[in-house]
């Protein structure tokens, strides 16, 4: 091929593509608005990007700030543990004639368990008290003598000695019907330790002997054990920064603590086709409260961690020894807080910000000065006004001056995240399972 038709056909394929783009053109400003160019419209050109007021507007969803007293919490891994837990055991020995509870049976302290063999300890009682009725009668005898000596010793019939050791005789007989007495009262105990009675309120654990046995007080397993369910004690762990902040949480009232609600078994349900939204809904139950009972004396040094405990009424039975529970703290409280959502906190080169969206549907880039955050708000000291609407999605497209379309956000009431209230904070994990601030 020549070099002049080469060139032609080069001609010819410029001319193609420049008549193309003259018509393409042609059509973009005719089919834009009045007022704008073709630029303005063209698909990659985002409306919040060219200045104020400039672009087309961007959707986004506001949330006003409220002011109001912002309960902050810590959350914790707590274990369920009796207040008090005793195992039922014999203390004598023989033969368990009589059991007279129930597993699982709830009992009062008092009650009566189980009986034992009784009838050797009622003849020892029985020999006790003989012994201390024949030495009482030696007793009476000695003391009528020694008032018949100390007559005859004014009339000169007896010597002074024989009424000293007749006093003496008294005396002894005296001491032997007090060692007849102390026999007498351990007799009666031996034979009420027979009938075996509940200590402490509470719940009988599973039976550890049936009646027939021979029982005595080395035995290692017990006849039961009961423990007390109501109320009810969470040991958990804390990190040793949060001691202080507990402390004088604990000086100004009562510590609420409440368990984190756990989905009820056997509520949840399996959405079907055409099934709504609310049948896959699961049900939660209402959160265990209780306080604060005390804290340890010690911090842990290999965890840096201070062991709880709290105490909890458990009149529903909820908790469960042994059973391990998510626990939630109410630590601190910040009275009169201005509170957004954290969502519509974003962080710059000069720090944290927040799109405030104007009266003119434009939104303004404002820096915020921030106090305590949780996972799901963060408390506004400076920048911000009660009342005042912030961008809580969308904003990433958003720069100073954008136009913006509010649109009402469609959560569904009281779907707070799970941590809201909680503050957020480096997760630390105690090495045997503890809280997390």
């Known amino acids: ?45 985002p409306g919040g990007r060219r200045g104020p007021g400039g672009g087309i507007p961007i959707p986004v969803t ?29 203390q004598v020995s023989g033969q368990l004639m009589e059991v007279r509870f129930q597993e699982g049976q709830e009992v009062k302290a008092g009650e009566i368990l189980a009986r034992i063999d009784d009838r050797t300890y009622a003849a020892a009682l029985a020999q006790a008290e003989a012994r201390k009725a024949y030495d009482q009668a030696q007793l009476e005898n000695a003391r009528a003598d020694l008032r018949r000596y100390q007559g005859l010793l004014s009339a000169s019939g007896v010597t002074r000695q024989q009424v000293d050791t007749q006093r003496a005789q008294v005396a002894m007989y005296e001491a032997q019907v007090a060692q007849d007495q102390a026999a007498i009262d351990t007799a009666r105990a031996q034979l009420d330790y027979t009938t075996i009675r509940a200590p402490i309120d509470g719940r009988i654990g599973l039976r550890g002997v049936d009646a027939g046995n021979l029982v005595s007080s080395g035995d290692a397993t017990g006849i039961v054990t009961i423990t007390q369910m109501r109320p009810i004690a969470v040991s958990f762990t804390l990190p040793q920064g949060e001691l202080a902040r507990l402390r004088r949480a604990m000086a100004a009232g009562p510590v609420t603590v409440e368990t984190l609600p756990e989905p009820v078994s056997g509520q949840a349900t399996t959405r079907g086709a055409g099934a709504p939204p609310a049948a896959a809904a699961v049900a939660r139950a209402e959160p265990a409260r209780g306080t604060v009972l005390t804290i340890d004396n010690q911090i842990e040094a290999t965890t840096g961690t201070v062991r709880v405990k709290a105490v909890f009424p458990n009149d529903d039975m909820r908790l469960w020894p042994g059973a391990f529970v998510s626990l939630r703290l109410a630590i601190e409280t910040v009275p009169g807080a201005i509170v957004i959502p954290l969502v519509a906190v974003q962080q710059g080169p000069n720090g944290p910000y927040a799109f ?16 305590a955050v949780t996972l799901a708000e963060a408390v506004v000291r400076e920048g911000l006004k009660p009342g005042e609407q912030v961008v809580t999605s969308g904003g990433l497209r958003l720069n100073n001056g954008s136009r913006i379309v509010p649109a009402s956000a469609e959560a569904p009431a009281g779907a707070a995240p799970p941590g809201a209230g909680a503050e957020r904070r480096p997760r630390r994990q105690a090495a045997n399972g ?4």
Do not use: F
Request: glycine residues 12%.
């Open 356 to 371: 405030v969206a104007k009266p003119d549907n434009t939104v303004e880039q404002r820096p915020l000065a921030l106090g």
């Open 434 to 437: 503890g809280g997390t601030p």
């Open 1 to 45: 091929m020549s070099r002049s038709r080469l060139l032609l056909l080069l001609l010819l394929v410029l001319g193609a593509g420049g008549g193309g783009y003259y018509l393409w053109k042609q059509r973009q400003e005719a089919a834009a608005p009045a007022g704008q160019s073709a630029a303005q419209t063209a698909p990659g050109a």
């Open 62 to 90: 506001l949330a006003a700030a409220a002011q109001k007293d912002l309960v902050l919490t810590l959350d914790a891994l707590g274990t369920v543990q009796a207040l008090n837990s005793i195992t039922v055991r014999s």
